[in-house]
């Protein structure tokens, strides 16, 4: 939605705003750093001293519901008129009391700006609040309130983290502490330099001719370098995968894709070559060659930009990362042997490095023949490669594949590299300040041993109870019979396609933040059975892993698809859509407030996790969902005409999206890369509304209201949504929001589903000239 290791990770949706994470540098904020040894004090007050505060704390809100005056607002005019004591007395006897309905009263009601009308700008009236609480500084250039719940969970697993290992610890448990404790010793870090990649890389790769002299007798020999480099789980110029075939969801199959680029997107290369940002890469490159020691430094800054131009001619034969949709893109089931046969690379074998590579004992796929079927999705890219190489000296090639290859490793050297890497960092993505240390480890530990963090998270935080579980599942079922109700009322999809859209969307599968496998020590042990490291090892602990994750990941092949795989840590903060698998997965970050509390009134939480949900089922069905069916397979079962009437519903989100301007950057919003999110958004939403006042029908009357809140349930279930994404950020932010990231900003998700929305506009009664309803909306589904 909106909220997929080694090659190419499975595609996914997800609520985070970090969709292609994997892909690149992140440089995150934390607003509390939390100190290491630093603890929580335990809540050590008596049960009956918690009683009576309660009671008082209830008594006090019954006395200033009683007492305040409540301001309403009353259509266009924004009439201000004084309840009387008899309303307010009334209003009591429908106003929820319990804890956390006056704790989320107290949130929403700081976060709102009561100063805007709803109809007039809704995101300033429900963020506007907040947005005055949080400042933006030189150094924190963009904040949400996702992003504080993302660190509050974080520092949890911080917390957990820095506990020294204990005999008390499962063994994976005391590897992951261990882990964390190598990422953290940045004195021995410091101490060995740049010279432990060094030494590996002449001892298992091979010699980079900008830092090292070869050997005599040493020749460079592309396909092997990169057999070499792939065996350590690096792809410089092919990413070379296991996946699940899209067009046979219950299969592994080889996979071939054009390679990532030091910049990541390709479109950051398509710039004049003086551009700001090309130039800080190419002295990127130059100082981390300078810093390992250039062979020949009279000769540096040619060879660099040598790298970078070469680097240039393959961005332009490769597809940029927000158009590598299915839709967009071939799907080329070949052999090898037609793989050579087709692109003729002199310098590279495909059928060699796909043999040795599976072939390897680690990975022990010994039947491998020329007649090994691997999907092709770079075409374009692989017939261009062997052009390419003729426009350069083969020297210019090998610092190439040597430099990306150490771009892979650079995070795991001492503090010069990682300043290095911030530098360049920060002009690419507009981040200014680097993420903490122990959080970054946090992070990287989290990433890698996960389920043993996952299950010692998920026990401390007592998550997922049964009846808090069959409580999500209810509201998922009650979303799914909206989204039915929806294709129902559809006039531009024929009958037969609604048909099918329906039972696809009977056979979403959901997944809670709980897998079986963590009740089970002695297979959670196994899993990480080969992840062993030392605490005063982590570049080599970092070598371990990535050559862990890499052969776990080829040991794939021949093996069915475990369909009860988890797509992401259960301690994110996050929600995602997997259409190979057609499942929604939820993690335990999410399944708390403003998302959702078992404590809840309804209409948070079906503005909350409702929304969410709503957004990752529509998933389902936007423009790239749409293309797989209800088993998860790549397959055409739209109809002709109603596949272009889809495309014609959709463009009205794009002309939308197009006429936004971002305040900070006074630029158009950028509409086609986040086309999918904006269909789910407004699917999404109407969803949860919908799914939510038939939970009402069905009880019989509405909820009780919150405290000291002059807005009805109905009302506040949109504000609650609007508030998940209250943020900011700053110019450079935004200009590297718009570049690389799938989810549109903060301010125009909320403008933009609610514009689209009659359920909102008939709610906050809006008149037909207000800028919250305008009279043409968009709407798919």
Known sequence: MGFGSVGKSESTYSVDESENANQMKQFTVSENDVKLGEKKKKNKMSGA???????????????????????????????????????????????????????????????????????????????????????????????????????????????????????????????????????????????????????????????????????????????????????????????????????????????????????????????????????????????????????????????????????????????????????????????????????????????????????APEIGVTDVTDDEIIINFSDHFFGKLEGIFRTVLPSVVENYVYWRIAQDYLEALSQPYLQLNFEFYKVLRGIDREQPRDSMCASYTKRTIGLAVDKAYVEQKGLLQPEAKTMLQDMIGGLQSAFNEQVDELSWMDADTKRLAKQKNGAIKSKFAYLELLTNDVLLNEVYVNYTFQSDKYFENYVTVMRLDYEKSMRKLRKPVHTNAWSMSLVEVNASYNPSKNEMDFSAGILQPPFYSKDSPKFLNYGGIGTVTGRELTHGFDYRGRQFDKTGHLKQWWSDSSTQMFKDKAQCFVDQYSAYVTEVAHMNVSEIEPLGENIAASGGIRQAFRAYRSWVKARGKDEQTLPGINYSSNQLFFINSAQLWCSQEGKEAVFAHLGMDSHISGRYRVIGENQNSEDFSREFNCSKTSYMNPEKKCRVW
């Open 49 to 359: 001293m918690k009683a009576l505060l309660v009671v008082l704390l209830l008594a006090l809100v019954a006395v200033v519901v009683l007492a305040v005056v409540i301001i309403k607002i009353r259509d266009d005019d924004k009439e201000v008129v004084k309840d009387t004591q008899e309303e307010l007395a009334d209003r009591y006897k429908e106003t929820c009391l319990t804890p956390t309905c006056v704790s989320a009263a107290a949130r929403i009601m700081n976060n709102i700006d009561a100063s805007v009308h709803p109809c007039d700008n809704f995101y300033d009236f429900a963020c506007g609040g907040w947005v005055k609480k949080h400042e933006l500084t030189e150094d924190r250039p963009r904040i949400s309130v996702l992003s504080e719940y993302v660190e509050e969970v974080d520092e949890e697993v911080q917390r957990i983290l820095e506990e020294p290992p204990s005999d008390d610890d499962l063994k994976s448990v005391r590897s992951a502490k261990n882990l964390f404790q190598s990422c953290l010793d940045m004195e021995t870090i410091g101490k060995r330099g740049g010279q432990p990649f060094k030494n590996w890389l002449v001892a298992t790769i091979g010699h980079w001719p900008l830092i090292s002299s070869a050997e005599i007798g040493y020749s460079f020999e592309l396909t092997d370098v990169l057999i070499d480099a792939g065996k350590k789980g690096s792809f410089p110029l092919v990413q070379f995968f296991v996946g699940v075939d899209p067009r046979n969801t219950g299969t592994h199959v080889l996979k071939l894709d054009q390679p990532r680029l030091g910049m990541q997107d390709p479109a950051s290369y398509l710039v004049p070559r003086n551009d700001p940002t090309l130039m800080a890469y190419q002295n990127y490159i130059y100082k981390v060659a300078q810093n390992f020691g250039f062979l020949y430094p009279t000769s540096g800054q040619r060879n660099v930009k040598a790298i970078v131009d070469f680097e240039i001619k393959l961005a332009k034969s490769c597809v940029p990362l927000l158009e590598t949709g299915y839709e967009e893109r071939p799907y080329i089931p070949m052999t090898l042997a037609e793989l050579d046969k087709k692109y003729l690379v002199s310098e590279f074998s495909f059928t060699m490095f796909v043999k040795s590579l599976l072939t």
